[in-house]
């Protein structure tokens, strides 16, 4: 597969808690073919990228894969409930910075504002 595939596949099996920028895959591509791991060959304008024997072979003696460790321990429901609140909430700012008036934007700002400093507040157990 090509690199940006390799991304979209990690993504996956990890179920979103861990993807991989460009910037880190193809510099690791181009050192895993250098070190005679991989393979590639052009197809169709893309750079396709396969596993060499002696990168089966390390494959095969290497520790579990990353993303099966990425994905261990997530509570995937708070997480999503998680996401949803933070983005409900940006959308909700983004709504009134839009749309509001110069008070109404202050007013908003203020209000992330403390929210943030309410949460740190809750990890130094104060209210």
Do not use: C
């Amino acid at each position: 597969m090509h690199g940006y595939e390799m991304i979209q596949e990690i993504a996956e099996r990890s179920g979103g808690a861990w993807k991989p920028s460009p910037g880190s895959v193809y510099p690791t591509l181009q050192l895993l073919e250098d070190e005679g791991l991989i393979a590639s060959a052009s197809e169709g304008g893309k750079k396709l990228f396969s596993l060499t024997e002696a990168g089966r072979a390390a494959a095969d003696e290497g520790p579990d894969a990353p993303w099966e460790e990425a994905g261990r321990g997530v509570d995937w429901e708070a997480l999503g409930e998680i996401r949803q609140a933070g983005f409900g909430l940006m959308e909700a700012f983004g709504q009134v910075w839009k749309t509001g008036s110069k008070e109404q934007r202050d007013k908003a700002l203020a209000v992330i504002n403390e929210a943030r400093k309410k949460l740190y507040l809750i990890l130094a157990d104060e209210d």
